[in-house]
Structures are given as C-alpha cells and as structure tokens.
C-alpha cells in the first residue's frame, strides 16, 4: 500500500493544468483555462480548470474534483492507479507500506487486465530484445523496415514465439490466472486447450492517452496467405478499438503544440514517421474511423489533415471517414503522397526535412480536394457530375459552420463552373428534407403529456432547507477564513420606555460568525453530506485555526472532495462564455458588505426555515393530542412569534 507521505508528496506537486493539459488542448480564459469536455460530445468549451484551486469542472457532464478524480474518471484509474501514474509523471519515489490480504482482494478486475497486458508487454518485448529467436526473426524484421533502436524501444515494439503456448505458459507460471489471459485475448482458451493468439507475430501495443496498455496487434512474418495479415486483440473491459486510436500517447502533447493531427491508417505509418520527426501523427488502425476517435482528437486540437495512400482503393476509403469529421466541426484537410506511396514508403525515400516540407506545402482544404477529385472522373458526362454536385454539397451540408459553409459554395462553384444558386438550392433542398424526416419522427414518436403534481408545502420547505444548508457550506468554503463586521440587534428600549432593539456591531471570522450562530440554536444539518462537509470544515478550523479547501478538494471520501469542487467552482460557470467579446464584464463575488449580508440572511433564513418545519409538525399533532391542545397551542404561538421576528430581521437593512 501507498504510504501517506507518498501520497501528500504528490498532491503537494501534480499541477492539475500540467495533469490535464496532456488529455485535453487547454485555452487561457483569464486565471483560469478552459476547453472542451473529454466526457460528452460538445463544440463549445463547458469543461474549466482552476490552477489557483488545483481543481477542475465539467459543465457538461456534472463532473469535477482534483486531479486525481480527472484521473479516475478519464482513464478508469483506481486510486492507486492514479496515485503511481502522477508519481512517475513527477519522478515521485513511491514508498510501500505491506498490503493486508484483504487489501490485495480489492483489486478489481479491470485493474487485473490491465496488469496481464503490462506483463505481456514487458515478457514480449524482452523475447524481441534478448531471446535467440526473438533477435533473429522479429528483431531483424523491424530493421530491415528501417526502424532505429530508439524507436523500437520508444514505441515497445515486440514479439511473440514461434510456439503454441510460450506466452501462456510464461504467464501462468508468473501467477498470473487463465481467466484474464484469456479475457484480455492473450490467449485463446478452447476445449479444455490453451494457446497464444499472437504466436509467431511481431507485436504493437496499444496505448490509452496516459500511456496504459489496452491491447496488442500482431503482424504475421509467414508467407502462408491463409494466415491473416494482421490481427488485433478483441474487445475486452479495457480494449475498444473504435475508441482508440494508436499513437494518441506518444502524440498527444505535439499535437496540442503543433495545433495539427495528421490521421494515418496503419502502425508502421505512425513509427515511420515518427522516425522522420513527425510525431503529432495517430492511426485508426485499419479500421473505420468512428465518432469517438475523432471526438478523442478534438480534446487536443480542432485541425485534422489526412494522409491518404496513393492508390484509389486508400483515397476512396479515407474520403468515406472524412464526412464525419467535418459532422463533427473540425477543419479538415488532405494530402496524397506520388507514385501509390503510403506515409510508411514515402518517409522512408526523402529527408525529414524533404518530408516536413512536402507536408506543409501540398496538404489541401478537403472540400476543393474532393471536387477536383471526383470532377476528374466526371469529365464531360453529365449524369456524373450531377451525381458529383450532390456528393459534394452532402459533404457541405456537414459543415456546421455558415460562413464557412458559404465560403466552400462559393469556391465550388467556381471549380465546377456552376452557379452558386443551383448550390445553394441544393443545399436547401437537402436541409429541407432533413427536416421533413425530423419531423416525421417526432409525429410518429408523439407522447402524451404527463400531469406533474405541485409539490407540498412540506416537500417545498426541505428542498429549501437543503439550498440554504449548501449555501452556508459555500460561504465557510468561499469566505470562512475572513474576519468582517456583523451586526445584531440587542433588545432595548428609547427615554419614553419604547421597545427599540439597539445595533451592535462584532468582528467575527465568518466560520466563527456561522459556527456560534447554529451552536447557539442547536441547530444541525438534515442533509448528511453537508453535515459530513460542515463537520470536516470545524476539524479543520480547530486544528488549524483555518479553512485550507484542498485538504477537502483531497479528501479520501469521494463525495466530500466532489461536492466541495462543485461549490468551488460554481462562480466559474458564467467565466465559461465569451462575455469581454461582448463588452459585459463579470462582477467578482468579493464584495465585504454583499458576504456579510449573505451570512446573516443565510442563516436567519435557515432558523426561520426550522421554526416553519417545527410550526408545520405541531399543526400535523394537533388533532391527535387532543388533551394538550392548550399546550400545542401555545407553542404554536411562541413559534409564530419566533417566526415574524426573524421576518422582522430579515426585512432590516444588514
């Protein structure tokens, strides 16, 4: 087990934007950044992160906390997980303490795939490094492709024996058990039989964005074309391949940099030109680029160029996935490489720098790309370029983008020597069947309206109570620490004998201002969490004589570390729009007048709230006690005048 100074050590060095920042492309929104969401689908940033607080939220989603929680919910890391991963990321030594062997059973089993497919990294690229046969077979195929020794380690390239069950038996003699060899598809279990599904083949793991091995590919060296080519761990707790892309891990922070993804298709495109010093390039693996990739090259930049193989086959495949980048708002472009080269062959004929430059200068807008593409097979017959009109303006129709979507109408008119009418026809047509099929749904989908019943007076008093015990947590959080002047009223009367209660004015912290009020009253908290946040919050102030939010931000009880995020950062919600584009300034909540009323009228509210509930109980007992009605009525009465005091004060100037 992790000791606690190992684990204080890193929350006292992670920066939570450093953290962040390798998952998702970051902007500077004034001492905050924000970007866009990595757990929902969005083109407009809702996501924030705050490194004054080392805490981030996600509007979209709900989501927030530290940087630890990030971890757990982006990469399903477990504490410990997260904890390791953020103490190498900072060269952290880590110190263990013995783990009891009920602590060891908790390992779940998503964390024991993930350290089979480690093992099984580490034993496949030791057989490709130092075994006899892993040398001259696997080895010597990678370096005949060119691959230099840095890379090969770089990206833990490896190989797999020649023999039905090496791995497997390796493995099991490890400790490791049959059942998660066998789910992470490691080895194929069949008839009461075992052995090594990548048996004989050169292998390419699969990382996630942090790095963790999801799964492997596997290429055959045989010359039996009854073998496949390639083959890919299944689908498993951990691996799913339509939403990974490989390379994303050792792309990520140059593809934020250089604010570009160039998109291949195999393993060797990605090495290769890596090796060439092209390194913010990822690949869908030979599979159908799906929405989720695409959405995980969105959290790192807005800018996709693919590169497409030479030959027509690759062209035509690629151009099918291009669609849906542009569905999802981000500016595409192209590039074909001469002579039916791929990115592998091509990079391996010029120099780096030959390479770059050809990069930089014949990548083009896709749009144009396609038209000038597909007009070359139009030529002069007039069934295919009308087919090719409508192809296009589908692709245009894509774009959400209207100025940008009015710039391409243009320029393909001008291509295809057509009026931009017809196109804009086209496209309105088009727009104007999407909406005839939504349409149709909706009329056919049709529900009947539900009658929601009031709420009760009772049902309405404690979701107030709730509010206002979450505001007095969010002003001890926001403001407990500040010492400011309150004012009470004493009871007193003029030189005539008038009642006149008198000001008097106090210096209080605002925790002491809140503490002394409720302990005065007796008062406790109904919801539990809020009562397990203020209960924390008075430890805190006992021992340290001050509300420090991280230790709460890291508390070991998830739920107390996420609702403090979420009160944290709730004022950061409306820093999330463009308001100085719009001459609106947002006015900081700082106000020393504005915190004192907040308190007193939060806390006069939360008494009158309770002598209302209490009010509301007598009314409900009075009928079955009917021997202490005189009782019930006369506390009753004492309440209602509690009641129109606190209204009284209310009402005051404070």
Known sequence: MISKHTIDLVFETARVEEVIGEFVQLKKSGSNYKGLSPFSDERTPSFMVSPAKQIWKDFSSGKGGNVLSFLMEHEHFSYPEAIRFLAKKYHIEIEETEESPEQQLQNNERESLFVVSEFANLYFQDILLNHPKGTAIGLSYFQERGYREDIIKKFQLGYCLDEWDAFTKEALAKGYELDYLDKTGL???????????????????????????????????????????????????????????????????????????YLVEGYTDVISLHQAGIENVVASSGTALTPEQIRLIRRLTNNITVLFDGDSAGIKAAIRGVDLILEEGMNVRVLTFPDGDDPDSFSKKVSSEALKDYLQNNSKDFINYKVSLLLEDAKNDPVKKAALIRDIVNSIAKISDNIQREIYVQECAQLMHISEEVLFNELAQLHKKELKELHGVSLTEKKSFKVLKAPSAEETQETFLQFLEREIIKLLLLHGNKE???????????????????????????????????????????????????????????????????????????????????????????????????????????????????????????????????????????????????????????????????????????
């Open 187 to 261: 080895t194929i279990v069949k008839e009461g039989k075992q052995f090594d599904r990548f048996k004989g083949r050169v292998l390419f793991p699969i990382h996630s964005m942090s790095g963790r091995v999801l799964g492997f590919g596997g290429r055959t060296l045989s010359a039996d074309k009854n073998i496949a080519k390639y083959v890919n761990s299944p689908e498993s707790e951990i691996y799913h391949k339509s939403q990974i892309l490989y390379g994303i891990f050792h792309a990520k922070k140059e593809i934020v940099k250089e604010d570009n993804c």
């Open 484 to 654: 400011l002047d309150f004012i009470d009223w004493v009871d007193a009367h003029d030189e005539h004998g008038k009642y006149k209660p008198q000001e008097v004015i106090h210096r209080n912290t605002v925790f002491e201002e809140i503490f002394l009020q409720l302990q005065t009253d007796e008062i406790e908290f109904t919801n539990e969490l809020f009562r397990a946040i203020y209960y924390e919050i008075i430890n805190l102030f006992q021992q340290y004589e001050t509300i420090n939010s991280d230790a709460l931000v890291n508390h070991s009880e998830l739920e107390i570390a996420k609702e403090v995020t979420n009160i944290l950062m709730e004022d950061e919600r409306y820093l999330i729009g463009k308001w100085e584009k719009r001459d609106i300034s947002i006015k900081e909540k700082d106000d020393k007048n504005e915190v004192v009323k907040s308190v007193t009228d939060c806390i006069l509210n939360f008494r009158r709230n309770l002598v209302n509930q209490k009010i509301t109980e007598l009314k409900n007992s009075f009928s079955l006690n009917e021997g202490n009605n005189n009782e019930s009525l006369d506390l009753i009465m004492k309440y209602k005048g509690l009641e129109m005091l606190l209204s009284d004060k209310l009402g005051r100037e404070v």
